[in-house]
């Protein structure tokens, strides 16, 4: 089982950067692939970004590629989420996930069903 603590989050004024991360604790970290979601109230929680186990594939949502960047150091346990030119559209809470190395990830790294764990997300608010 792992555990993983999100940060980074917090008031940030539109057009400028931040850097959400995650830290995994209590398992391998390179066994499982790790995404990135955000919510806001009353909807669903979206796909934002992944990266697979190695880092050697990264996905995005389209409404952020281009802007969002992830990337991972299984030496340090931590996935990173780096945010370009933020929009209000950027506020939301956002969470790390888990998802196993070994499941079927390629087709489904989109859907909060393939991720077991998840972080208690850090909040952005964006401001003008």
């Known amino acids: 089982q792992v555990t993983l603590v999100e940060s980074g989050g917090g008031l940030v004024q539109a057009g400028n950067s931040l850097r959400l991360s995650c830290a995994a604790s209590?398992?391998?970290?390179?066994?499982?692939?790790i995404g990135w979601f955000r919510q806001v109230p009353g909807r669903e929680r979206d796909f934002v970004a992944s990266?697979?186990?190695?880092?050697?594939?990264?996905y995005y949502a389209p409404s952020v590629k281009g802007r969002f960047t992830i990337s991972r150091d299984n030496a340090k346990n931590t996935v990173t989420l780096q945010v370009d030119s933020v929009g209000f559209v950027d506020t939301a809470v956002y969470y790390c996930?888990?998802?196993?190395?070994?499941?079927?990830?390629?087709?489904?790294?989109?859907?909060?069903?393939?991720?077991?764990?998840w972080g208690q997300g850090t909040q952005v608010t964006v401001s003008s």
């Open positions: 996930a888990a998802a196993p190395r070994w499941s079927d990830y390629t087709g489904y790294y989109y859907s909060t069903a393939a991720y077991d764990y």
């Open positions: 209590g398992g391998t970290f390179s066994n499982y692939h």
């Open positions: 990266v697979t186990w190695s880092g050697g594939r990264t």
